[in-house]
């Protein structure tokens, strides 16, 4: 897995990338947050998961955790929330789309360049704000 990790280049990688990365890891973090908390069959692991991961719930959690950020980190945000967006989902509207989209770019960002600590105590943060 590093050596995958390791070619991609951060400062050329597209945002949408790093958004595509971020949420699949955001979606690990907040599983293994459910699973080690509750002992409920899948399905309902899964239906208590889309509070935290739906584009609405990660939305919801930038705005709240925004103050925590560092320039870096909201530069990074900015870059994946202005990305143009071919297709929004019709569950969601565009504004809250597009912060969930800058959301998961700043958790792809962390876990590319590998800044756990970074990752770990954002995600904790934000399972912190439901």
Do not use: W
């Amino acid at each position: 897995m590093e050596e995958y990790i390791n070619n991609i280049d951060i400062q050329t990688v597209p945002a949408q990338t790093l958004a595509f990365i971020g949420d699949a890891v955001y979606n690990v973090y907040i599983r293994s947050y459910l699973a080690s908390t509750s002992t409920a069959k899948t399905g309902v692991l899964h239906k208590s998961s889309i509070k935290y991961v739906s584009a609405k719930g990660q939305a919801a959690t930038i705005d709240k955790i925004m103050e925590l950020l560092t320039e870096e980190e909201i530069a990074v945000y900015k870059r994946g929330r202005n990305t143009n967006i071919a297709t929004v989902s019709k569950h969601v509207d565009v504004v809250e789309y597009k912060k969930a989209t800058g959301f998961e770019c700043l958790i792809g960002y962390l876990y590319v360049i590998k800044d756990n600590n970074r990752l770990d105590f954002l995600v904790k943060k934000c399972i912190e704000c439901f």
